[in-house]
């Protein structure tokens, strides 16, 4: 393990890697910044740059616009209370009427000096868990994957929050029905091609996560354009940060706070389907009950520690979130779900084998994302008040800019002009469902999974000798399918439980 | 009520039925007839699942929200989805430099820029810088030009 720590070390420690590192949180950090383009968006727009380079090269840079976009996130939500994604809505909940005291500046540095705490703390918990969890999925098999992509699926939709369950696992089967599209790779039969040549390959993962972030966001930005009250409040936003020091005494406050969210954090995000957004929610609420009713009053207002908390578990969640993705090759969320994408045109399969075939690539990833965290505190937040003129961009230029990245980096990697009307036609139906409030992240989700579910399903079948019994009679199977129907189906049924169990209780006390 | 949830609903289901008409479509091998796993079985199971969830859905949905089509701006919106399809169907004949340039231009237009200065002054040199970058910095071969100013052909 050693060997591979020093290994990953010397790889992402050399020059070009570093300089990858910066210019991905410096990139990712602008796109981030503009609103409605979040971590998924900024990785999709890098993916196709990152082609011709070295596997571990491209992780690294992709690994660096990730974090740089969650800052970028971060900043326009304390600036312009506009969170680019939902894992920094808690953040703008006490950033930006800090911001607004005249205290953004504060705000901004706080935000990226919790940010870089929880990434730091996730990072030595990630260089504890991945190796351990890496030896103990070797003894999973085909039917334990396949399980485990069904868990991946489940937990996704039952995050989803209430009254949107439903419509998280219909986005899901959609994904799933997309990535049928193309040559069935167990017989080689075509499948829901229509006689299309172009689609024998099926639909290019790159070109969905395009057409139903980038695109479908730059077309929601068309459709419902900014008020005017909205960009004045922008520029001013940018133009007044104030002082980013810290006084030591709200330093010391943010300590235990940090510490906390970043263990929370973490085990949040390990957790399929969990990720930044319940990380940063549940952090800011203990929090809230931890500060007493004094300094939990504060809460909203413009606090430190309602601001620390929120920002350090989403940054440590985002770590937390690689561990399933590195080791089980099972993506928890849809910025890992694109992650893997990137993985796999690289023609690296993520899993346990991943830990002992590529090691070099393994431990770089891992520890340029450390990297990435110091770059962002280094480097990044001197520069904020510079990139933080993005906002300033006039929409009527900028739009058409990301609608032709997004259309141009699918192109130059198939140089198939079919692309082209394929992403507008996704981007379109996007944006129906984006209005109509489906998630799309489930939908990104399913489709990655799909191919992988289906192929273990196979496999599983032949060692089986076509036999569904593997379902019940192995343990480990049986498990994780359990847990994927309560995960499911508790949250669902156990609130009509708790109510029929309290009427009774109350009928029983009224016979009584 | 026609809701949010129940339009997606009804979208989905005849996503779904239409998805499920054309599963027979895929070819089974001659060995495939006993088999517990073919080329059918995911889509059969997805078919039916989109089903069911469309129907959960139409018949519960998770809220009430109606559709509000008011403030925004269709037009623009749909003209900006033609420049794509118009760029989809010239980028190759027309070449990158000319066709793109032209995109941009006429995206900056349909979203409201009416100074010429703007419009040319920032997408063409863009176009051009980002050509650069992709054939000399990352080696991708684009053809600049119309095909039939391409001499290598």
Same mark, same amino acid.
């Given at each position: 393990?050693?060997?591979?720590?020093?290994?990953?070390?010397?790889?992402?420690?050399?020059?070009? /890697?570093?300089?990858?590192?910066?210019?991905?949180?410096?990139?990712?950090?602008?796109?981030?910044?503009?609103?409605?383009?979040?971590?998924?968006?900024?990785?999709?727009?890098?993916?196709?740059?990152?082609?011709?380079?070295?596997?571990?090269?491209?992780?690294?840079?992709?690994?660096?616009?990730?974090?740089?976009?969650?800052?970028?996130?971060?900043?326009?939500?304390?600036?312009?209370?506009?969170?680019?994604?939902?894992?920094?809505?808690?953040?703008?909940? %006490?950033?930006?009427?800090?911001?607004?005291?005249?205290?953004?500046?504060?705000?901004?540095?706080?935000?990226?000096?919790?940010?870089?705490?929880?990434?730091?703390?996730?990072?030595?918990?990630?260089?504890?868990?991945?190796?351990?969890?890496?030896?103990?999925?070797?003894?999973?098999?085909?039917?334990?994957?396949?399980?485990?992509?069904?868990?991946?699926?489940?937990?996704?939709?039952?995050?989803?929050?209430?009254?949107?369950?439903?419509?998280?696992?219909? *986005?899901?089967?959609?994904?799933?029905?997309?990535?049928?599209?193309?040559?069935?790779?167990?017989?080689?039969?075509?499948?829901?091609?229509?006689?299309?040549? %172009?689609?024998?390959?099926?639909?290019?993962?790159?070109?969905?996560?395009?057409?139903?972030?980038?695109?479908?966001?730059?077309?929601?930005?068309?459709?419902?354009?900014?008020?005017?009250?909205?960009?004045?409040?922008?520029?001013?936003?940018?133009? /007044?940060?104030?002082? *980013?020091?810290?006084?030591?005494?709200?330093?010391?406050?943010?300590?235990?706070?940090?510490?906390?969210?970043?263990?929370?954090?973490?085990?949040?995000?390990?957790?399929?389907?969990?990720?930044?957004?319940?990380?940063?929610?549940?952090?800011?609420?203990?929090?809230?009950?931890?500060?007493?009713?004094?300094?939990?009053?504060?809460?909203?207002?413009?606090?430190?520690?309602?601001?620390?908390?929120?920002?350090?578990?989403?940054?440590?969640?985002?770590?937390?979130?690689?561990?399933?993705?590195?080791?089980?090759?099972?993506?928890?969320?849809?910025?890992?779900?694109?992650?893997?994408?990137?993985?796999?045109?690289?023609?690296?399969?993520?899993?346990?084998?991943?830990?002992?075939?590529?090691?070099?690539?393994?431990?770089?990833?891992?520890?340029?994302?450390?990297?990435? /965290?110091?770059?962002?505190?280094?480097?990044?937040?001197?520069?904020?008040?510079?990139?933080?003129?993005?906002?300033?961009?006039?929409?009527?230029?900028?739009?058409?800019?990301?609608?032709?990245?997004?259309?141009?980096?699918?192109?130059?990697?198939?140089? /198939?002009?079919?692309?082209?009307?394929? *992403?507008?036609?996704?981007?379109?139906?996007?944006?129906?469902?984006?209005?109509?409030?489906?998630?799309?992240?489930?939908?990104?989700?399913?489709?990655?999974?799909?191919?992988?579910?289906?192929?273990?399903?196979?496999?599983?079948?032949?060692?089986?000798?076509?036999?569904?019994?593997?379902?019940?009679?192995?343990?480990?199977?049986?498990?994780?399918?359990?847990?994927?129907?309560?995960?499911?189906?508790?949250?669902?049924?156990?609130?009509?439980?708790?109510?029929?169990?309290?009427?009774?209780?109350?009928?029983?006390?009224?016979?009584? | 009520?026609? $809701?949010?949830?129940?339009?997606?609903?009804?979208?989905?289901?005849?996503?779904?039925?239409?998805?499920?008409?054309?599963?027979?479509?895929?070819?089974?091998?001659?060995?495939?007839?006993?088999?517990?796993?073919?080329?059918? $079985?995911?889509?059969?199971?997805?078919?039916?699942?989109?089903?069911?969830?469309?129907?959960?859905?139409?018949?519960?949905?998770?809220?009430?929200?109606?559709?509000?089509?008011?403030? +925004?701006?269709?037009?623009?919106?749909?003209?900006?989805?033609?420049?794509?399809?118009? +760029? !989809?169907?010239?980028?190759?004949?027309?070449?990158?430099?000319?066709?793109?340039?032209?995109?941009?231009?006429?995206?900056?237009?349909?979203? !409201?820029?009416?100074?010429?200065?703007?419009?040319?002054?920032?997408?063409?040199?863009?176009?051009?810088?980002?050509?650069?970058?992709? $054939?000399?910095?990352?080696?991708? +071969?684009?053809?600049?030009?119309?095909?039939?100013?391409?001499?290598?052909?």
């Amino acid at each position: 393990m050693i060997e591979g720590i020093l290994q990953g070390l010397s790889t992402a420690a050399s020059p070009i /890697n570093l300089l990858m590192v910066a210019i991905g949180c410096f990139v990712g950090t602008f796109i981030g910044m503009l609103p409605g383009l979040g971590p998924i968006s900024a990785i999709a727009l890098m993916i196709p740059i990152t082609y011709g380079f070295d596997p571990a090269t491209g992780l690294i840079l992709m690994a660096g616009v990730y974090y740089g976009a969650i800052f970028g996130g971060s900043t326009s939500s304390i600036l312009i209370n506009a969170p680019g994604v939902a894992g920094t809505v808690a953040t703008a909940f %006490d950033g930006y009427p800090m911001a607004r005291q005249g205290k953004a500046g504060k705000a901004l540095a706080i935000a990226a000096y919790s940010s870089f705490s929880g990434g730091t703390i996730a990072a030595i918990l990630l260089l504890v868990a991945a190796p351990s969890l890496a030896v103990v999925s070797r003894a999973f098999q085909s039917t334990d994957y396949f399980a485990l992509m069904v868990l991946g699926l489940t937990a996704v939709a039952a995050f989803a929050g209430k009254g949107n369950v439903v419509k998280a696992l219909l *986005m899901t089967v959609l994904g799933l029905m997309l990535s049928t599209v193309g040559t069935d790779k167990g017989v080689g039969v075509p499948r829901f091609t229509f006689g299309q040549i %172009d689609l024998a390959d099926g639909i290019s993962f790159l070109l969905l996560a395009m057409a139903t972030f980038a695109l479908s966001e730059a077309l929601m930005a068309i459709l419902k354009p900014k008020s005017d009250a909205d960009r004045k409040r922008e520029m001013e936003a940018q133009k /007044n940060l104030g002082s *980013m020091k810290i006084p030591r005494e709200e330093l010391k406050e943010m300590a235990p706070v940090v510490g906390r969210s970043s263990i929370l954090g973490f085990f949040v995000g390990v957790l399929p389907g969990a990720g930044a957004t319940i990380a940063s929610f549940l952090a800011y609420g203990i929090e809230q009950r931890l500060a007493g009713p004094k300094k939990g009053a504060e809460f909203g207002k413009g606090s430190v520690r309602g601001l620390a908390a929120p920002e350090t578990a989403n940054n440590a969640a985002c770590s937390g979130s690689f561990v399933p993705l590195l080791t089980l090759g099972i993506p928890g969320s849809g910025t890992t779900a694109i992650m893997l994408g990137a993985l796999l045109s690289y023609g690296i399969q993520p899993g346990p084998r991943l830990f002992e075939e590529n090691p070099d690539v393994f431990w770089s990833v891992i520890i340029s994302m450390y990297i990435g /965290n110091v770059i962002l505190l280094i480097l990044n937040l001197p520069l904020i008040p510079y990139i933080a003129r993005v906002l300033a961009i006039p929409s009527n230029i900028l739009l058409p800019l990301i609608v032709f990245f997004s259309l141009i980096g699918v192109y130059f990697v198939s140089f /198939n002009t079919f692309d082209i009307q394929l *992403m507008v036609l996704f981007a379109v139906a996007a944006v129906g469902l984006r209005l109509l409030d489906f998630p799309m992240a489930p939908m990104l989700l399913g489709f990655i999974l799909g191919g992988m579910m289906e192929e273990n399903l196979r496999r599983a079948l032949a060692i089986y000798n076509d036999s569904w019994v593997f379902l019940w009679e192995r343990g480990l199977t049986l498990s994780i399918l359990i847990i994927a129907a309560l995960v499911l189906f508790v949250p669902m049924i156990g609130p009509k439980i708790t109510a029929v169990l309290a009427r009774r209780r109350e009928v029983a006390g009224e016979g009584g | 009520m026609l $809701t949010r949830d129940r339009i997606g609903a009804l979208l989905l289901l005849a996503f779904s039925i239409f998805y499920w008409s054309r599963i027979d479509d895929i070819r089974l091998l001659p060995f495939q007839a006993e088999a517990a796993f073919t080329g059918r $079985t995911a889509p059969e199971v997805l078919a039916v699942l989109g089903v069911v969830l469309s129907v959960v859905l139409l018949l519960k949905p998770g809220s009430d929200a109606g559709i509000e089509a008011k403030g +925004y701006r269709w037009g623009t919106a749909g003209l900006i989805c033609l420049l794509m399809v118009a +760029y !989809g169907l010239t980028v190759r004949p027309a070449g990158f430099l000319i066709s793109t340039s032209l995109f941009l231009a006429f995206g900056f237009f349909i979203l !409201g820029e009416r100074r010429w200065l703007v419009l040319l002054g920032v997408s063409v040199p863009l176009v051009v810088l980002f050509w650069l970058l992709m $054939t000399q910095v990352l080696s991708v +071969y684009i053809a600049p030009w119309p095909e039939f100013m391409d001499l290598s052909r």
